[in-house]
């Protein structure tokens, strides 16, 4: 395996985890859990998820041939008008996972060292990749806080929970 293929394998495992770990958060919750707000200025999963959403579809549609600011993206609605309903919102959530995961599957050696436009600065195919790594995965740590919150003691850890650590590693070890 050469290095754009390990490069490429390991960004789409590492996506595929945050994902999964949207996907775990989202589980837990009601369809009030993901408009709740925990003050008036925050961002509700709802809208976080919108964003992201947004944010993907722009980057990832015609990811080697146009600049990932779609000029039929509207960011700031993507915070003001939040999904209604968790249907709603897991619809989306999959239609901008499966726009990123076709568009990373059309990245071959042959393209590998087309630049990448966002919002018309060049950016490698590595440079792009990490910054939308980068971008989704601070949301769903945002997402995982917020419903982690919004739960309580409710909540099911999604790794290692609280004093849980040295069970972990005698698992890992095999000791």
């Given at each position: 395996?050469?290095?754009?293929?390990?490069?490429?394998?390991?960004?789409?495992?590492?996506?595929?985890?945050?994902?999964?770990?949207?996907?775990?958060?989202?589980?837990?919750?009601?369809?009030?859990?993901?408009?709740?707000?925990?003050?008036?200025?925050?961002?509700?999963?709802?809208?976080?998820?919108?964003?992201?959403?947004?944010?993907?579809?722009?980057?990832?549609?015609?990811?080697?041939?146009?600049?990932?600011?779609?000029?039929?993206?509207?960011?700031?609605?993507?915070?003001?008008?939040?999904?209604?309903?968790?249907?709603?919102?897991?619809?989306?959530?999959?239609?901008?996972?499966?726009?990123?995961?076709?568009?990373?599957?059309?990245?071959?050696?042959?393209?590998?060292?087309?630049?990448?436009?966002?919002?018309?600065?060049?950016?490698?195919?590595?440079?792009?990749?990490?910054?939308q790594l980068a971008h989704y995965s601070a949301h769903i740590?945002?997402?995982?806080?917020?419903?982690?919150?919004?739960?309580?003691?409710?909540?099911?850890?999604?790794?290692?929970?609280?004093?849980?650590?040295?069970?972990?590693?005698?698992?890992?070890?095999?000791?």
């Amino acid at each position: 395996m050469n290095y754009q293929e390990h490069f490429l394998n390991s960004a789409i495992s590492e996506f595929r985890k945050y994902k999964g770990m949207g996907d775990k958060t989202f589980a837990q919750l009601s369809d009030n859990d993901f408009l709740w707000l925990p003050s008036e200025n925050s961002n509700s999963i709802s809208l976080i998820v919108k964003h992201m959403v947004g944010n993907m579809l722009s980057r990832w549609t015609n990811f080697l041939t146009e600049d990932g600011e779609k000029s039929w993206r509207n960011r700031e609605i993507e915070f003001e008008v939040p999904y209604t309903t968790k249907s709603e919102m897991l619809t989306a959530w999959e239609a901008g996972w499966q726009c990123l995961f076709n568009a990373l599957d059309s990245v071959s050696p042959e393209n590998f060292d087309h630049p990448i436009k966002i919002r018309n600065e060049n950016h490698s195919i590595v440079e792009a990749i990490h910054r939308q790594l980068a971008h989704y995965s601070a949301h769903i740590g945002q997402m995982v806080l917020l419903a982690k919150i919004r739960k309580g003691e409710k909540w099911i850890s999604l790794s290692i929970p609280k004093g849980g650590s040295e069970q972990f590693n005698r698992t890992m070890f095999n000791n």
